[in-house]
């Protein structure tokens, strides 16, 4: 199993839509968690950071469900300017530090 | 004012060359990484440097070196180039002092090298 995992998608939606998508970790150790956006031969860019409480920034909400592993990111009345590549980090703390990125999920939105 | 700068930004180069690939911030952070990026689009951490310490080194080939003459700069040595190094290779930098990495990182355009 890997130790992040993101649905590719793509995930094709209508601009106004609302998307969600999730991101599984393997390691209960994991600390610290993030959502970066990529677009097409860009470099990654960091959207938010994802807390125990659930935050939130504009359209856009992040949660944490430590209990069964996962992170995620909905966003709400989608934008064509929303389309990009949407990858989830998990940060590890333990005798060395680890930074796993996964492998992303693609978002198109139509108009 | 570009915070974190690569160059260049294409390599392409013969099977069994040495190519170097320079990254520098202008942030003040302690921490610089290196990633790839492969024909997947999968991102993966190669090194990080804290401060001229290198604190994480996952396994990747010894012909990868990287080289971190001051806090600004983290540069990246390649030595007898193969097919499978072509990526794109991206240079970040975070503010996260020694061991915590917990700041978002700043990441360089990336350089596309391709191996023929």
Redesign the interface.
Known sequence: RKEVEQDPGPFNVPEGATVAFNCTYSNSASQ?F?WYR?DCR?????LM?VYSSGNEDGRFTAQLNRASQYISLLIRDSKLSDSA?Y?CVV?L?SS??????G??TRLSIRP | DTAVSQTPKYLVTQMGNDKSIKCEQNLGHDTM?W?KQDS??????MF?YNNKEL??NETVPNRFSPKSPDKAHLNLHINSLELGDSAVY?CASSQSGV????D???????TRLTVL
């Open positions: 610290s993030f990529q860009k470099e990654p860019k960091l950071s590549t990858l940060i703390y060395a530090s680890k930074i796993i990125f492998s992303g | 990484y990633y997947k689009k999968f991102l993966k951490i990080s604190i994480i991206f061991r915590t990495l917990t978002t990182q700043y990441f360089g355009p990336g």
